[in-house]
């Protein structure tokens, strides 16, 4: 539906109908909300940046506008606004961790379907009874951890990157101390275990390019080292095109060894605060005055289990609350398939873009 695009700036790009906008998002939620106040609704969003197509969720403006936060609403993004990853391994856990609160369905399917494999596998145990009555936050939260203590390649690897090792460095020795120690299970950094990492291996900041500060060091690429091992390359080509023979002086640093190797210590502290705090780790918004995020995930995606239907009462037909209840699914079932429209029309307006391209 091309009213959905209403409003939205999107005359610029070659495809606008092949775009999911976050005004988009907020029409679903806010016509869902209108129609079944009180009926929950889980998103996932799985992209780069994904946690911005929820960022307006959270202006005053809006909530005292909307009452968006009254929204039994919980959306579970990827990573955050202002993070560049996808993340996808997240969903893996997710959905690993649901066939888990499912022993009946696993059985029933007998294969390995996320392994990309159908290979017979024994049904998992039944999970622990807290695992079974796991809220919406608290479910969410678990596969965050999980994610972030399996992925800390991204921080490992910022944390590398503004080190200079001694070279006779036991290396996996460090690698291993590294991980073990001074990674917590949430992907965060124990500043305390780092310290003394960087003291026993006398770890020191790399070197980096004394005109830019942005660049590592190095010599010259045709031979000899005009910058005196000072610059980077792309700054020593500049000072010898300037005319200058002799390296730059680089100011010495007052104090004495001691001072110095504190100075370290505390810029790699610094800098290891700097890299987890631009570290992608899964984020989600949910309305903060209803209940969603207590609301247990396996009952609200699997339906109640064996024991909790048989000690419902049966309602009676003439019941006014179950005449409501069922005016209530209707209108969910309706909003359901005006989403499912707005996503078959974005479909269609891209293939006819395209063809008319062609």
């Known amino acids: 539906m091309v009213a959905m695009y209403e409003g939205i700036a999107h005359s610029q790009h070659p495809h606008p109908y092949s775009l999911l906008y976050w005004q988009i998002l907020f029409k679903i939620y806010h016509r869902r909300f209108s129609a079944a106040p009180g009926v929950p609704m889980l998103v996932l969003l799985n992209s780069c940046r994904s946690g911005g197509m929820s960022k ?8 005292r ?3 968006v936060h009254d929204w039994p609403l919980y959306v579970m993004s990827s990573s955050q606004a202002e993070r560049d990853a996808v993340v996808g391994g997240l969903w893996t856990s997710w959905f690993k961790r649901l066939v888990r609160l499912s022993p009946q369905a696993a059985t029933a399917a007998g294969v390995d379907e996320l392994g990309g494999e159908q290979q017979q596998q024994l049904p998992p145990p039944p999970p622990p009874p807290a695992e079974r009555e796991q809220g919406m936050g608290e479910y969410f939260d678990a596969v965050a951890d999980e994610y972030s203590a399996g992925h800390t390649y991204d921080l490992t690897n910022r944390l590398l990157a503004s080190w200079q090792v001694p070279p006779d460095t036991d290396t996996d020795a460090l690698m291993a101390s590294l991980r073990q120690d ?21 770890i020191r900041p790399r070197l980096t390019c004394i005109h830019c500060k942005r660049f590592s060091r190095g010599g010259s690429r045709d031979g000899g080292t005009p910058g005196g091992g000072l610059l980077c390359s792309s700054c020593e080509r500049a000072w010898v095109q300037a005319g200058h023979t002799d390296p730059p002086a680089e100011a010495a640093a007052g104090g004495g060894a ?22 992608a780790r899964p984020w989600a918004w949910r309305g903060t005055r209803s209940d969603v995020g207590e609301r247990p995930l396996r009952q609200f995606l699997l339906g109640p289990g064996p024991d909790q239907i048989q000690a419902q009462p049966q309602p009676r ?4 609350e179950a005449e409501e209840q069922q005016q209530e699914e209707e209108q969910v079932r309706g909003v359901t398939a005006f989403a499912a429209d707005v996503g078959a029309e974005a479909k269609r307006q891209c293939l006819l873009v395209e063809a008319a391209g062609a």
């Open 56 to 63: 307006f969720l959270e202006q005053e403006l809006v909530d």
């Open 65 to 67: 506008t909307y009452g």
């Open 182 to 202: 001074c990674l917590h299970s949430g992907g965060r950094v124990d500043l305390d275990a780092l310290e003394r990492l960087v003291r026993d291996y006398a």
């Open 258 to 279: 001691g001072d110095e190797s504190e100075r370290a210590v505390a810029q790699l502290l610094a800098v290891a605060r700097q890299a987890e705090q631009a570290t």
């Open 317 to 320: 037909a003439d019941c006014k």
